[in-house]
Each structure stands twice: as C-alpha cells, then as structure tokens.
C-alpha cells in the first residue's frame, strides 16, 4: 500500500502563492507516476497536473498552465505543486494520488489518493 499525506494549503489573496507538499510513504517503489487533482464545491473532480517519478516530463490542466509548477524529490518521496497568480476559481481541495501511468489526467489511473489539503483565494 502507499500512503500520501498533503500539507500546506491555507488562505491567500488573488494574485499570491502556495506551495503544496506531498509526502509518500509504504510501497512506493510500486508508484511510477504523481498527479494532483482539485475539486470545488459543487464541481467536478479537475486534473491538475501530472509527473512521473523518474524524467523530466510534466503535464498540466488548461485551466493551470503557466501558473502552476509540479516537482519531486526523490530522495525524499515528496512532490510538491507551486501555485502562482492564484486566482479565486483556484479554491479547491487539492489532492495528490499516486499511480503507475505516467502524465495521466484520468482518476481512474491512479489508485492511491491522500484526503487532501484546502486552497482558498480570496479576492
């Protein structure tokens, strides 16, 4: 099994930054790819974005493209999401999940999932 644990969201105004922690832990070595995923209020679960643990190869939703920012550390079984120019549309529980296809967008591909950590942007 693999257990994620997300940290770091908060409040902020329109226009300022957050960065989001994921810390990964148990079977990992089973894991290939980490992906971030949002979901507000009355909406659909969003793909935020997408890395494989190895490479250099990312992939973000349109709604986040230029603003957001998805890294690793390795070493440390952490993966991080940069938010920037933070929008109020951005409010959401953000969650990171774990699975095995690389650059994904899909939920179903990922069958490991923390309980997430809020984002609110105010105006």
């Known amino acids: 099994q693999v257990q994620l644990v997300e940290s770091g969201g908060g409040l902020v105004q329109a226009g300022g930054s957050l960065r989001l922690s994921c810390a990964a832990s148990?079977?990992?070595?089973?894991?290939?790819?980490m992906g971030w995923f949002r979901q507000a209020p009355g909406k659909e679960r969003e793909f935020v974005a997408a890395?494989?643990?190895?490479?250099?190869?990312?992939y973000y939703g349109d709604s986040v493209k230029g603003r957001f920012t998805i890294s690793r550390d390795n070493a440390k079984n952490m993966v991080y999401l940069q938010m920037n120019s933070l929008k109020p549309e951005d409010t959401a529980v953000y969650c990171c999940?774990?699975?095995?296809?690389?650059?994904?967008?899909?939920?179903?591909?990922?069958?490991?999932w923390g309980q997430g950590t809020q984002v609110t942007v105010s105006s």
């Open positions: 890395m494989a643990w190895s490479g250099g190869s990312t």
């Open positions: 148990g079977r990992t070595s089973s894991t290939y790819a």
């Open positions: 999940a774990a699975g095995t296809i690389a650059l994904s967008a899909r939920p179903r591909d990922y069958p490991y």
